[in-house]
């Protein structure tokens, strides 16, 4: 009975030596290369080249959001679009038709959220 768990448990202990292994290894690379001895200028506050002048808890405009969404939607629809073209040739005038719809439906969000002025920027 306990036989058939034995590839778990030599998995799980190949998988934490591999872990535990990553670890040692970054630790000891740190201290021959020295990358992780920190200077003057790695510890200031920030990296850019000057201070801080606002408060990092400030409120975003909402158009950054949308402009997100919008990225993220058309990303997807490309990520439709080439299975679908893929297998054009096989789904016929149904697929095309729904993809039609699909893309139509973008459309029309893409030019509600234009005309509502959306993505224009002061």
Known sequence: MLENYFPVLLFLAIGCAVGIGALIASGVLTKLTGVGSPDA????????????????????????YLVAILFILFDLEI????????????????????????????????????????????
């Open 41 to 64: 200028e790695k510890l200031t506050p920030y990296e850019c080249g000057f201070e801080a002048f606002e408060d990092a808890r400030m409120k975003f405009d909402v158009r950054y």
């Open 79 to 122: 990520a439709f679009l080439f299975p679908w073209a893929i297998v054009l040739q096989e789904i016929g005038w149904f697929g095309f038709s729904a993809m039609m719809i699909f893309l139509g439906i973008l459309v029309v969000g893409f030019a509600y959220e234009w005309k509502k002025g959306a993505l224009e920027w002061d």
